[in-house]
Structure formats: structure tokens, C-alpha cells
């Protein structure tokens, strides 16, 4: 078990890397903005997801989180508005790649300013089932002693990885290398992005018709857990 000061800080980048890299709405957002309108309008959209995690924990620490896990209607109504917002981005992201098809669309695209990714990833993760979710349960015990096993909390494949890492919870090194891991990644995805595109003639339309997807298939799989709450 981790126990020291650079084995939690170390654990909490892990962790933090580990949440932030599975495919999902937030990275689909940061893709499309990477690609159309550079690395710092991918970057900053991973701002504005990360700003979203900032806002969970401080209502974490305040104790109001509380406030939602004990009110299943405002829950389900938070699901059912991100879904309408992820299906309404997807439409706005099939527009660009259809865009970026054409001749014409060979420069990025700058419409919007560095703020359009940071708000649209903002609001988006504010209303994410997955982050909510995260932050109700996972996220309110990091912030008590006690332990977390790491991997076992990774999207996807945690069941697979469980008992791998296991660190004291409690510790200010592991929120902050959380949040340190999410930086490493919100820098480095656009990176490997940018980088691609260069030698991808093709991979700009590829990317943000995939995100429309993502955004797609995400949103409507939302709306509808958020009706089956509801109904």
C-alpha cells in the first residue's frame, strides 16, 4: 500500500491520468477543438473539464454534494440536460467535420475564440453522470483517511486492474497529483493530436465526425437513463 508522500503524489497522477483518458463526451470535445482550432483550443477545453472537477470538489468539501445524492429527480434532470447538450454539440461537431471536408476548410478553424472549447467542455462536465457520479462517491472518499485501490476505479477496466494500487486516502498529494495527472493529459492528448493531423491529411474530418459520435451515442444513452429515472 502507498503510503509515502511521493508514492501518493505519484499514485494521485496515475489516478488522475487513468479517469481522464478513456474515451467519453469530455475527450471527444477536446479532440474536435484540437483538431479544428489548434492545441490550445484543445488544451483549453481540457481546462474547462478539469475547472468542472474543481467545482465538484469544492462542493464535495463543503458537504453539499449530499444535497444531490439524496435527490433523485434533481440527478435525473442534470443527466437528462447533459444528454441534450452532448446530442446538441454532436450536431454542432458533424457540421465541422462535413466542413472540414472541403477545400476551403484546409485552415483551422478560429471562430469562437480560445473560449468556445472551454465553455462548451465546462457546462458539458457539469452536467456528466459520470462525473457526478465520481465525484458522489469516489471523489467525497478521497477526501477522508481511509484507502482507495486506484486502477480498480478506471473506466472500463478497473475490474481487470484491481488490487494493483491501493494509497492511503485523506492526503493533499493525492488530490493534487489527481489533478496533476488530468494536466498531463489535457497538455499531451491535443499534442499527439496536432502532431498526427500534420501527417494525416485526412484525420481532421475523421476526428471531429467521431467526436459528433461519441457525443451522439453518449447523449442519447443519457436522455435515456434520465427519462427511465424519471418515468
Known sequence: MAASPVASLGAGILFGLALAAPPGPMNAVIAEESVLRG?????????????ADACFFVLALVGIVTVVQNAPTLRA???????????????????SAREALSVDSAAETTEGGMGRGFRKAFVLALTNPYQ???WLTVGVGLLEPGTVDILEKTPYVGAELAGLVVVRTGSPLLLAGLFGGIVCWIV???AALRAAGRRVD?????????????????????VADGLGVLL
Open 77 to 95: 434532470a442534470m443527466i437528462l440536460a447533459g444528454g441534450g447538450l452532448m446530442l446538441y454539440f454532436a450536431v454542432g461537431a458533424a457540421t
Open 132 to 134: 457526478i457520479a465520481f
Open 202 to 222: 485526412r484525420l481532421t474530418p475523421l476526428v471531429a465526425g467521431g467526436s459528433a459520435v461519441v457525443l451522439a451515442g453518449f447523449g442519447l444513452l443519457f
Open 39 to 51: 492545441w490550445l483550443a484543445g488544451f483549453t477545453a481540457g481546462l474547462g473539464a478539469m475547472a
Open 188 to 190: 499531451g492528448f491535443p
